[in-house]
């Protein structure tokens, strides 16, 4: 199942230059995609989402761009901190499906290192 | 800040052992989820569950899982008999709805080893 896709499953960029993390998906009723940054031996953390009715969101440092026509988001993060090292997963949901419950489907993840 | 836990934060078992993974969910929230992750691998669904019953499940979600609120505030996943390949890091989420702006927060996970 390789309905989110994240195809660079590493980034390395230097502090205070701009991180874009790419992701595509496949299946067009996704309606809300979500960003969760992930240390070592922890849980997920919510970093920001956007609607499939949205083009932009922009919280902070953090900015997620949705191009619905190429089934593409990305997630910028200006300017990058040694802080923001760590895995970045995308999360796609469907709530036109059957079920309606609401479940996650996540790319692959990528690693962002942030160099000082 | 209200957040997801879990407990224990690791388990070592011995395959065909029964184990329970606790979890407490944001105490506003209405939605259940587990998911796992296997090493190396992504985080994949396994369960939700809303209004005291399952919603969805997955196909690793067999009947050898099983899923309990047994009070208003933990919610647990059961593995009957476990399997080498159960070895991965569970992680609970919650959420106040499914849709909308429904963000589903994550706890910190419990790593599971089934030797």
């Known amino acids: 199942d390789q309905q989110v896709k994240q195809n660079s499953p590493s980034l390395s960029v230097q502090e205070g230059r701009i991180s874009i993390l790419n992701c595509d998906y496949t299946n067009s009723m996704f309606d809300y995609f979500l960003w969760y940054k992930k240390y070592p031996a922890e849980g997920p953390t919510f970093l920001i989402s956007?609607?499939?009715?949205?083009d932009k969101n922009e919280d902070g440092r953090f900015t997620v761009f949705l191009n619905k026509s190429a089934k593409h988001l990305s997630l910028h993060i200006v300017p990058s901190q040694p802080g923001d090292s760590a895995v970045y997963f995308c999360?796609?949901?469907?709530?036109?499906?059957?079920?309606?419950?609401?479940?996650?489907?996540f790319g692959q993840g990528t690693t962002l290192q942030v160099k000082p | 800040e209200p957040e997801v836990t879990q407990t224990p934060s690791h388990q070592v078992t011995q395959m065909g052992q029964e184990v329970i993974l606790r979890c407490v969910p944001i105490s506003n929230h209405l939605y259940f989820y587990w998911y796992r992750q296997i090493l190396g691998q992504k985080v994949e669904f396994l369960v939700s569950?809303?209004?005291?019953?399952?919603?969805?499940k997955s196909e690793i979600f067999d009947d050898q899982f099983s899923v309990e609120r047994p009070d208003g505030s933990n919610f647990t996943l059961k593995i009957r008999s476990t399997k080498l390949e159960d070895s991965a890091m569970y992680f609970c989420?919650?959420?106040?709805?499914?849709?909308?702006?429904?963000?589903?927060?994550f706890g910190p996970g419990t790593r599971l080893l089934v030797l």
């Open positions: 999360a796609a949901r469907d709530v036109h499906g059957s079920s309606n419950t609401g479940k996650l489907i």
């Open positions: 956007i609607s499939s009715i949205k």
């Open positions: 569950f809303y209004n005291n019953e399952i919603s969805e």
């Open positions: 989420a919650s959420s106040r709805t499914s849709g909308g702006f429904g963000t589903q927060y």
